[in-house]
Every structure is written in structure tokens, then in C-alpha cells.
């Protein structure tokens, strides 16, 4: 089975960091995407990291990695709550996924609580922070190794 993870992110993502850090914290996304690759080569994994506001870039990447994929990661963001596209696309992927949420979307509003991306996903990771990222990494390995 391929090593290679895609570890994709949603809208505004792109402003961790910046965008309301009492809840997302004060880490960059770079600052993300650096412990995640010295991670993934720790667990000797390769990864793809990709973030969007484009919902329709998102699903090219999920299609992109039904080709060589071992894992897919992605925090969808607000996409998680209404995106029956990133479903669809998801659902055509054949090895595990891992939703990711920084904040405990369980105890924030109503809306937050619905996901149409753990329709599909293997497991869910919320409510850890950035941390988040590095617990699905450890994941998709595990579940890449299993497989092979």
C-alpha cells in the first residue's frame, strides 16, 4: 500500500493563526504543515499538504489521490457542515480517511455539530488543536501498515 498522505484543509484555514485564536490557537498553518512533514517522515510517510478555499479544488485533490494514495486527512472546515460534493468525492476513495477539527465543534453551535464529511471518514479527531493533525498522521500510518 502507498505511504503517501493527503492531508487537505478547508476555508480559512489559511488564517490559523490569525482567525480567532482563543479558539483555533495561535499556530500558523506553515507551522502546522512543518510538524506534520517532520512527522510523516518520521513515521516514513510522504505528504501531500494542500489548503483551499475552493471547494471544487478540494474534490480535485480527492480525486488526485485515489491514484496513489495510502491515506486521506483533511480538515474540511466549514465545508464539513454543508458539502454533499466533498462526500460524494470522499466516498469514491478506497483507503482510510481522517477528519480533523481543531476546536471541539461538539460543544460550539448547533450547526457545527453535523458533518457530512464523517458520513464517510474512518475516524474523527476533534477538540485536540493542532495537535489534531499529528494524531491522524500517527493513525493513517498505522492503518497504512496494517493494510500492507
Not at 21 to 24: E, L, N
Given at each position: 500500500m502507498s505511504r503517501l498522505v493527503y492531508l487537505l484543509n478547508g476555508p480559512n484555514l489559511n488564517l490559523l493563526g490569525k482567525r480567532q485564536?482563543?479558539?483555533?490557537g495561535h499556530e500558523t498553518l506553515a507551522d502546522?504543515?512543518?510538524d506534520c512533514r517532520r512527522l510523516a517522515g518520521e513515521l516514513g510517510l510522504e505528504l501531500r499538504f494542500h489548503q483551499s478555499n475552493r471547494e471544487y479544488e478540494l474534490i480535485d485533490w480527492i480525486h488526485e489521490s485515489r491514484e496513489t494514495a495510502g491515506a486521506l486527512i483533511m480538515n474540511p472546515g466549514a465545508f464539513t457542515h454543508t458539502s454533499i460534493a466533498i462526500l460524494?468525492?470522499?466516498n469514491t476513495c478506497d483507503?482510510?480517511?481522517i477528519e480533523v477539527h481543531i476546536s471541539n465543534v461538539h460543544k460550539r453551535e448547533e450547526f457545527r455539530r453535523h458533518s457530512y464529511v464523517s458520513?464517510?471518514?474512518d475516524g474523527v479527531i476533534a477538540g485536540?488543536?493542532?495537535?489534531?493533525?499529528?494524531l491522524a498522521l500517527r493513525r493513517a500510518a498505522t492503518l497504512i501498515d496494517a493494510a500492507s
Open positions: 485564536p482563543a479558539i483555533y502546522v504543515e512543518a460524494d468525492a470522499l483507503f482510510p480517511v458520513l464517510r471518514a485536540f488543536g493542532t495537535q489534531g493533525y499529528q
